[in-house]
T-cell receptor, first 114, second 114 residues
C-alpha cells in the first residue's frame, strides 16, 4: 500500500510568482486536506477536498486555491507569492470526511519565497 | 474558536526517564483530540486519538494520553523514553462540522540525553 506522496520536495520561487504543489493520496482515500506549517509553528488548515468538492476552508486568502481529481489526487495552487508563504506544505488523506478517520500525512513540500 | 496550547516549547529528558507533554484545548463541545509526532524531514505520524469513552488512551510506541474535561487538558505520557523518541510533538483538536479540520498547537520539541 502506497502512502501519501507529495511533489516536489523542495521549491524556490520569487515574490509574485505562482506555484503548484501536488499530492497523491493513499490508495482508497477520498478526502485530502492541505496544511501550511511555518517555521517553528504548528500546521494550519488551508482547505479540504472531498470527492472533488471543497469541503471547508481555513483562514487563507483566495490566492490559495486547490483541486481534487477523479483519482483523488490533489493540487494546491498559490498565486502572487509573498515572502510569508515560505513554509512546509503538508497534504493529508483520509478515507471519508469525518473526524473518526485517521488522516495520513505526506512528507511535505518545502517552499521558499525569495 | 477552537485553539490548542502547548506550554512547553522545548523539553529535555534523560533516556529511560518518564515523560509528560502538556496540552490544553479550547472547544465548546466534546472534542476530538489527537497527538502527532514529527521527525526532521518527515510528515506527521499519529500517535493516538480520543473521540469518546475511556479517558485514558493508549497509542503507538508506548505512548498514552489522558483526557481531563475539567482541566481542558490532553497530556501525553510515556513511562520510559528512548533516544529515538527525540522529535517534535503536536497536539491537535478536530474542528469544523465533522471535526476533521485539525487545529494544531505550536508543538513541543523533545530532546533526549543519554
Amino acid at each position: 500500500e502506497t502512502g501519501v506522496t507529495q511533489s516536489p520536495t523542495h521549491l524556490i520561487k520569487t515574490r509574485g510568482q505562482q506555484v503548484t504543489l501536488r499530492c497523491s493520496s493513499q490508495s482508497g482515500h477520498n478526502t485530502v486536506s492541505w496544511y501550511q506549517q511555518a517555521l517553528g509553528q504548528g500546521p494550519q488548515f488551508i482547505f479540504q477536498y472531498y470527492r472533488e468538492e471543497e469541503n471547508g476552508r481555513g483562514n487563507f486568502p483566495p490566492r490559495f486555491s486547490g483541486l481534487q481529481f477523479p483519482n483523488y489526487s490533489s493540487e494546491l495552487n498559490v498565486n502572487a507569492l509573498e515572502l510569508d508563504d515560505s513554509a512546509l506544505y503538508l497534504c493529508a488523506s483520509s478515507l471519508v470526511a469525518g473526524a473518526n478517520n485517521e488522516q495520513f500525512f505526506g512528507p511535505g513540500t518545502r517552499l521558499t519565497v525569495l | 474558536a477552537q485553539s490548542v496550547t502547548q506550554p512547553d516549547i522545548h523539553i529535555t529528558v534523560s533516556e529511560g526517564a518518564s515523560l509528560e507533554l502538556r496540552c490544553n484545548y479550547s472547544y465548546g463541545a466534546t472534542p476530538y483530540l489527537f497527538w502527532y509526532v514529527q521527525s526532521p524531514g518527515q510528515g506527521l505520524q499519529l500517535l493516538l486519538k480520543y473521540f469518546s469513552g475511556d479517558t485514558l488512551v493508549q497509542g503507538i510506541k508506548g505512548f498514552e494520553a489522558e483526557f481531563k474535561r475539567s482541566q481542558s487538558s490532553f497530556n501525553l505520557r510515556k513511562p520510559s523514553v528512548h533516544w529515538s523518541d527525540a522529535a517534535e510533538y503536536f497536539c491537535a483538536v478536530g474542528a469544523g462540522e465533522y471535526g476533521n479540520k485539525l487545529v494544531f498547537g505550536a508543538g513541543t520539541i523533545l530532546r533526549v540525553k543519554s
